[in-house]
């Protein structure tokens, strides 16, 4: 079983910044297992159904953006410390939600944008952009 704990949320001026992180642990799951994991991130504003935001790799060497982020946000992760980030530049006021982060163990199928294609969630952090 891993355990995904996100952080970095907020409440930020339209044109602000903000970098969410995704931390994963297991008891039963060691970091190099995690490493192997496809991750991407995903939103949920109010009355709207999770959207895809971005995904990466396994590795890190392939990514995919939602076309509304694409250009402003960028999604990362360092293996050693099993631990993803996303970092969102030019928020918007649209951009608003519930951000989560996902992990699943078939990291071999490269990067994935559909919610049911991820095993693992996060309880989500909330961004706030005002206008």
């Known amino acids: 079983q891993v355990q995904l704990e996100e952080s970095g949320g907020g409440l930020v001026q339209a044109g602000g910044s903000l970098r969410l992180s995704c931390a994963a642990s297991g008891r039963a799951v060691s970091t190099y297992t995690i490493s192997t994991y496809a991750m991407g991130w995903f939103r949920q504003a109010p009355g709207k159904e999770r959207e895809f935001v971005a995904a990466i790799s396994w590795n890190g060497g392939n990514t995919m953006y939602a076309d509304s982020v694409k250009g402003r946000f960028t999604i990362s992760r360092d293996n050693a410390k099993a631990t993803m980030y996303l970092e969102m530049n030019s928020l918007r006021p649209e951009d608003s939600a519930v951000y989560y982060c996902?992990?699943?163990?078939?990291?071999?199928?490269?990067?994935?944008?559909?919610?049911?294609?991820?095993?693992?969630w996060g309880l989500g952090t909330q961004v706030t952009v005002s206008s």
């Open positions: 996902a992990a699943d163990p078939e990291g071999w199928r490269g990067v994935l944008s559909r919610p049911d294609e991820y095993d693992y």
